[in-house]
């Protein structure tokens, strides 16, 4: 079993940051894939960026050059540095972690932070 956390969900500007952050706990957190997915009100959910084991990233177009993932392995903690965001971006987003690749089902998922990017 594995357990996520998420949190560094709020309101800000366009044009501003944020920092997200997932806790995660369980005995096999090093083997995982990490991802975080977010969910805008009536839209499909969007694999916004993965990041394994090894440091293999991944990130969907609309957010290159924006969004950085990150993760610290001696404090099981998985990051979504977000700049430049644009009311675009906001959505629910969820951290969640798959054996697999981003490409793969997530199997585990944290509860979701909010992001509001409006002025």
């Known amino acids: 079993q594995l357990q996520l956390v998420e949190s560094g969900g709020g309101l800000v500007q366009p044009g501003g940051s944020l920092t997200l952050s997932c806790v995660a706990s369980g005995d096999t957190y090093g083997y995982f894939t990490f991802g975080w997915i977010r969910q805008a009100p009536g839209k499909e959910r969007e694999r916004v960026s993965c990041i394994n084991s090894s440091g293999k990233i991944e990130y969907m177009d609309s957010v290159k050059g924006r969004f950085t993932i990150s993760r610290d392995k001696a404090e099981n903690t998985i990051y979504l540095l977000m700049n430049t965001l644009k009311p675009e971006d906001t959505a629910v987003y969820y951290c969640?972690?798959?054996?697999?690749?981003?490409?793969?089902?997530?199997?585990?998922w944290g509860r979701g932070t909010q992001v509001t990017v409006s002025s």
């Open positions: 969640a972690a798959t054996p697999g690749w981003c490409d793969s089902e997530f199997e585990y």
